[in-house]
């Protein structure tokens, strides 16, 4: 069944840390998302891709890095993490005119 | 610049009753799609329905269909005869046709649904 995995599922980690998130889909999809969900924000794009070795910048990028190293996967470096990235992250894949595949969420913790 | 605005924050209803959700959208595109989302209680997150620009009539899928109204840049969801398990936050979503891809979403709705 066509899905998105994101791991881990809950991440702690100390202020200055280094955290990847990491987020597999096998949708055949060009298109994968990395959001944030905050309280009163709804979900925010961090940064997206149109296919291996292509980014994009979101709305938010500020601390984010990422990269597409195939089609199917997908990943968020936070390099010096900071308390202001404690949120939940979710990572989608669509085609250019598909609805989203969302994965399960990745709850992260900067103290 | 796109933008989606939901100014509901919470609902709450009796079950079996019909709730309409409101969402606003802001986009200079001629052609754009609009995506009703909800996340339940664990987290998912899972599409609903979708209306796009030009298409008039409004979308409908099982007890979920959409108000459209184009000249007033809005985008209603409705549903019929809650149950309880359609508890849940819902998310409005806005696709361009001048930026394939990614969405641009609401802020969310709770609704809650009483027995």
């Known amino acids: 069944e066509a899905a998105v995995t994101q791991s881990p599922r809950n991440k702690v980690t100390v202020t200055g840390g280094n955290v990847t998130l990491s987020c597999r889909q096998t949708n055949s999809h060009n298109y994968m998302y990395w959001y944030r969900q905050d309280t009163g924000h709804g979900l925010r794009l961090i940064h997206y891709s149109y296919g291996a070795g292509n980014l994009q910048i979101g709305d938010v990028p500020d601390g984010y890095k990422a990269t597409r190293t195939t089609q199917e996967d997908f990943f968020l470096l936070l390099e010096l993490a900071s308390p202001s990235q404690t949120s939940l992250y979710f990572c989608?894949?669509?085609?250019?005119?598909?609805?989203?595949?969302f994965g399960s969420g990745t709850r992260l913790l900067v103290i | 610049a796109q933008k989606v605005t939901q100014t509901q924050t919470s609902i709450s209803v009796m079950e079996k009753t019909t709730v309409t959700m409101d969402c606003v959208y802001e986009?200079?595109?001629?052609?754009?799609?609009l995506f009703w989302y909800k996340q339940t209680a664990s987290g998912e997150i899972v599409f609903l329905i979708r209306q796009d620009s030009y298409k008039k009539e409004n979308a409908t899928v099982g007890h979920y269909s959409l108000n459209f109204q184009k000249p007033k840049s809005s985008i209603g969801l409705i549903i019929t005869a809650t149950q309880i398990e359609d508890s849940a936050v819902y998310f409005c979503a806005m696709r361009v046709g001048s930026a394939l891809g990614r969405l641009h979403f609401g802020a969310g709705t709770q609704l809650i649904v009483i027995p």
């Open positions: 989608a894949s669509s085609d250019a005119n598909s609805d989203y595949t």
């Open positions: 986009t200079q595109d001629s052609s754009y799609f």
